[in-house]
């Protein structure tokens, strides 16, 4: 086999390495980084984080930088409260570490196991997913009303937020302002929670357990405080091994409370299409004032694999032209067209990973040919889950409510924007850096 030059990973990337004796130079994550992912040739390449390269790598050259040690022994340290919160995909992927099959939702194991591992208190990440679509929704539907800053982009996906920091600056306004769920929820956990908890802030660990390696950079940005530890499912999974906690027979256990779930809409936050489908069922209450209509509980426009799923939506007497992508070399030609100031849509979701989340570069490996099929039964499990829990709309939550009432006062309310909200930055002239 001829060498081929493997994809370049700096020392400093905070989300992953390259082990060299392991490299077989067989080039497969240049490729899948160019070519899948759509990361464009530059003087100095650019790393948005993904992992894509790592699940695609033969011979698991390319690894996670793991930080679950470290959490260990904050968890030892008695002075310190280490709270852990459960991004959504997790909950369909971490049985496939213990034998399990893919798509099987082990959520109350997990919670066991996360309470076994000595964690002071375990949150739903789906808490912090129900307030970015509370804040979200209201800041589209002003947008929408105002016909500024459209098409909204969505802002959940770090990997997506930095390439067009450096790719597309120019569509910086067309982001959402609202910081991911995992960092929505880091911000509550050292304000809200402290004072009711009446815990200092700084005697408070955050950790998050993620399908991504690319939440890893997110909480390094210096503007989004709150976040510690981002780690991924395997790094949990390599937690449960380590303690010698027999997952499969764990009894099940429930969140705690105050941050303790979400509605179905948070869930589906974990599938490519879930953050537009939970985002419409808000925006529809909040220009109509009326319930959801059912086929907004089974958005089947924007559920399917394809990399590509728009749709023209019809509320009240507007209409939301939509388009949901997974795959960031799928939207480039359309942020090309867009910053010709073509404006086909109003709400754009994207994603970078297949599928969305449940197919992160944190997720539990598999065979490179399954990967779409396995991707496929970890949505389905998230799915079959928002059939089941009852409280379908973020804006029925009853922590959601609490939380306004109580500490936020209303979705972008000056308070909220401050806690719950960011900013972004022309990072361009790292094309130009040799
Ligand atoms: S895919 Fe893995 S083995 Fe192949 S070049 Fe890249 S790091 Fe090396
Ligand atoms: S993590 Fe993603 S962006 Fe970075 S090198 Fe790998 S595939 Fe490319
Ligand atoms: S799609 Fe999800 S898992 Fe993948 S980079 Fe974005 S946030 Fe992370």
Redesign the pocket.
């Known amino acids: 086999m001829k060498e081929k030059v493997p994809v370049s990973i700096e020392n400093d990337n905070p989300s992953i390495a390259r082990i060299k004796e392991r490299c077989i130079k067989c080039g497969r994550c240049k490729f899948i980084c160019e070519n899948v992912v759509g990361i464009k040739e530059s003087k100095k390449h650019v790393c948005i984080n993904?992992g894509q390269c790592l699940l695609n790598c033969p011979t698991g050259a390319i690894v996670t930088k793991y930080n679950y040690k470290k959490v260990l022994d904050y968890i030892n340290d008695t002075e310190k409260c280490v709270v852990v919160q459960l991004a959504p995909a997790v909950r369909a992927s971490l049985g496939e570490c213990f034998g399990l099959e893919a798509g099987e939702n082990t959520e109350g194991k997990i919670v066991a196991a996360l309470k076994k591992i000595g964690f002071d208190y375990v949150f739903d990440t789906t808490f912090g997913a129900d307030l970015t679509i509370m804040e979200e929704a209201n800041e589209f539907v002003k947008r929408f009303k105002a016909k500024k800053n459209l098409p909204q982009f969505t802002s959940?996906?770090?990997?997506?937020v930095k390439y067009i920091e450096i790719f597309h600056p120019k569509l910086i306004d067309n982001l959402s302002t609202c910081k991911s769920p995992i960092s929505m929820q880091n911000a509550c956990l050292k304000t809200y929670f402290s004072e009711l908890e009446e815990i200092p802030k700084e005697d408070i660990i955050s950790v998050a357990i993620t399908?991504?390696t690319?939440?890893k950079a997110e909480i390094s940005r210096e503007e989004l405080i709150g976040g510690d530890y981002s780690l991924t499912t395997v790094e949990l999974s390599l937690m449960i091994k380590e303690l010698g906690i027999d997952f499969n027979n764990l009894k099940e256990d429930e969140f705690d409370s105050l941050m303790k779930r979400g509605s179905s809409g948070g869930i589906i936050f974990a599938s490519s299409g879930g953050v537009m489908e939970s985002a419409l069922r808000s925006s529809y209450y909040l220009l109509t004032k009326r319930r959801p209509p059912k086929k907004l509980l089974n958005l089947k426009e924007v559920r399917g694999y394809e990399n590509l799923k728009q749709a023209s939506i019809k509320i009240g007497n507007d209409k939301i032209r939509i388009l949901v992508c997974h795959g960031l070399k799928n939207i480039e030609p359309i942020l090309q067209d867009i910053e010709k100031g073509k404006i086909d849509y109003d709400f754009i979701e994207v994603?970078?990973?297949p599928g969305?989340?449940v197919g992160?570069?944190g997720q539990p490996l598999v065979a490179i040919k399954d990967q779409q099929i396995i991707n496929e039964k970890r949505r389905h499990a998230l799915y079959q889950e928002n059939d089941e829990v009852k409280e379908k709309f973020s804006y029925d939550n009853e922590n959601m409510k609490e939380i306004y009432e109580s500490f936020l006062d209303y979705p972008n309310s000056e308070k909220a924007c401050a806690l719950l909200h960011t900013k972004y930055f022309d990072k361009s002239k790292i094309l130009k850096e040799d």
């Open positions: 993904c959940c996906c770090p990997a997506w399908p991504c690319a939440k994603m970078n990973c969305g989340c992160g570069g």
